[in-house]
T-cell receptor, first 111, second 113 residues
Framework: ELKVEQNPLFLSMQEGKNYTIYCNYS?????LYWYRQDPGKSLESLFV?????AVKQEGRLMASLDTKARLSTLHITAAVHDLSATYFC???????????FGPGTRLSVLP | NAGVTQTPKFRVLKTGQSMTLLCAQD?????MYWYRQDPGMGLRLIHY???????AKGEVPDGYNVSRLKKQNFLLGLESAAPSQTSVYFC????????????FGPGTRLTVT
C-alpha cells in the first residue's frame, strides 16, 4: 500500500524566515505534485515534478524531487503572511489513475 | 471557461437517504476523480474515470457509486447515506496522463445526521 507522509504536519514561522517541508513516499514514483489549500477553499496546483532531480520555483517557493530517496521538499524562502495555508504533496505511480495525497502541512506565517 | 464546477455546494442528509453529486468540467479533460477530505487525513480517492463510459475504484469506494455517461460530467452517488460519509467532497479533472496537475472543483460539504 502506497503511503505518503509529510513533515511537519503543523508549522508556525515568523515572516522573513526560511523553512522546508518534507514529503516522503513508500513506493516508486517519478511524478510528484504539490498543492496549496486555503481554509475553506479548494486545492490549487503549485508544482508538478516529473523526474528525478527536478526543481521548480515560483516566487518564494521551491520544490525538488529525489526519486531514489523517495523524497520531495518544498522550501520556503523569506516567508510572508500570504503563504499561510495547508500544503499537500501527492504521488501517482499509476500514471494518472491513482493519486495518493499526504496528510498536509498546515503553515502559519506570523508577522 | 468555468473550469470544474460541483453541485450542490452544501447538503444535509438523514441516515439512509440517497443523493447524487454532480461534477462538470469544460476543459475537455479525459480523466476525472472524486475525493473526500476529512480533517487531518488529506484527500482520499473514492473513484476515478479515465474516459467516457469507464470508471474504477480508488482507495475508499465502499458506499459510493459513480457514472461517467458524458465526458464532461462525473456523478457520485450515495445510495444509503451514513454518518461516516460526512465529509467535504472534491471533484478533479486532468488531461490524459499524469504529467499534468489536477484541477479541483470548489467542493461539496455533506453532513449526514
Amino acid at each position: 500500500e502506497l503511503k505518503v507522509e509529510q513533515n511537519p504536519l503543523f508549522l508556525s514561522m515568523q515572516e522573513g524566515k526560511n523553512y522546508t517541508i518534507y514529503c516522503n513516499y513508500s513506493t516508486t514514483s517519478d511524478r510528484l505534485y504539490w498543492y496549496r489549500q486555503d481554509p475553506g477553499k479548494s486545492l490549487e496546483s503549485l508544482f508538478v515534478l516529473l523526474s528525478n532531480g527536478a526543481v521548480k520555483q515560483e516566487g518564494r517557493l521551491m520544490a525538488s524531487l529525489d526519486t531514489k530517496a523517495r523524497l520531495s521538499t518544498l522550501h520556503i524562502t523569506a516567508a510572508v503572511h500570504d503563504l499561510s495555508a495547508t500544503y499537500f504533496c501527492a504521488v501517482d505511480p499509476n500514471y494518472g489513475q491513482n493519486f495518493v495525497f499526504g496528510p498536509g502541512t498546515r503553515l502559519s506565517v506570523l508577522p | 471557461n468555468a473550469g470544474v464546477t460541483q453541485t450542490p455546494k452544501f447538503r444535509v442528509l438523514k441516515t439512509g437517504q440517497s443523493m447524487t453529486l454532480l461534477c462538470a468540467q469544460d476543459m475537455n479533460h479525459e480523466y476525472m476523480y472524486w475525493y473526500r477530505q476529512d480533517p487531518g487525513m488529506g484527500l482520499r480517492l473514492i473513484h476515478y474515470s479515465v474516459g467516457e463510459g469507464t470508471t474504477a475504484k480508488g482507495e475508499v469506494p465502499d458506499g459510493y457509486n459513480v457514472s461517467r455517461l458524458k465526458k464532461q460530467n462525473f456523478l457520485l452517488g450515495l445510495e444509503s447515506a451514513a454518518p461516516s460519509q460526512t465529509s467535504v467532497y472534491f471533484c478533479a479533472s486532468s488531461p490524459r496522463g499524469n504529467a499534468w496537475a489536477q484541477y479541483f472543483g470548489p467542493g461539496t460539504r455533506l453532513t449526514v445526521t
